[in-house]
């Protein structure tokens, strides 16, 4: 994994800037998450001062149901230590444990106009969906400014797709410190390789929503069957045609699993294979690279306190940061107790 990162704010020698990124808790990780994502998380917090949050209060836009919810969030944490985050090297924490992200979004919606926060892609595009146009999906960008920068993270690991959110964050922060003198960093983009993961229609964006995903966590017949469902090249009729290895996804997910994917790609550029065969193919190698991580996250599961342990050890390591942060955002902005005067 590559990444590029602007240096020109970086911590001093010696010091690790601290990352931030959010985990929406709506149904089981897929491969789009993982590739996307997850494994970037992983080699990350051995890089930086890491805080993985499960952003409970972002989900309550889509999940409804409160036992759901909590039964999701549940999960990813799961999820989570079973794809390889580690609690004693990054904190791994619950959004809702901290009100104080409420707190510091509404501070920020005093000075976002609501013109920014309709212009976000990500609002757009679920308005497109049909989903209640809530104020809470509004204002779902101000609050993940506020998840960001209550904890002075200097960096965001996102995908390329995701700059217009970040750089929102960016302009909130301007906007602040502008009105309240300077008080938060500006938080900057940690890009991956990361390409986009299109789901098994082939067509869009591998997405819970579109559901056309493959759990990463499932039964191997399962991810069999979801892989062999796989739209490939439309114009690949016969076993004997050539295929275009260049717009089938299932050649293009070989890139990720395996260092000969050329080969793959010349054995159905020639027709040497055919769609079948570089199907088991890659169902396998899904299947053996998420093995040892489900048998883990099975020993997991089996542990009744594994993730409230795991959460209260993330909670003991953020909270001073944010009673630091949120002690002075008060008193910039005149809220709560006069602090006594020095002298």
Known sequence: MSQTLD???AAAPGVRERLFTGIQPSGASHLGNYLGAQVNYVALQDQYDSIYGIVDYHAMTTVHDGNELHGLTHEMVLDMLAVGLDSERCAIIRQSDFPEHAELAWIFNTVTPVSWAERTPTYKEKRQQGIENSMGLLDYPILQAADIVIYKASVVPVGKDQDAHLELSREIVRAFNRRYGQTFPEPRAVHTDASIVLGIDGATKMSKSAGNTIPIFAEPDEIRRLVMSMVTDPLRIKRTDPGRPEVC???????SFGGDYLQIHDGERTART??????ELLAERIIELFRPMREKRLRLAADAVVVEE???Q???RVRPILEATMAEVRAVVGIGPRRASAG
């Open 274 to 279: 055919g769609c079948v065969d570089t199907k």
């Open 310 to 312: 795991t959460l209260m």
């Open 7 to 9: 240096r020109t704010t």
């Open 249 to 255: 996804n299932v050649c293009q997910l070989h890139r």
């Open 314 to 316: 993330g909670a003991a």
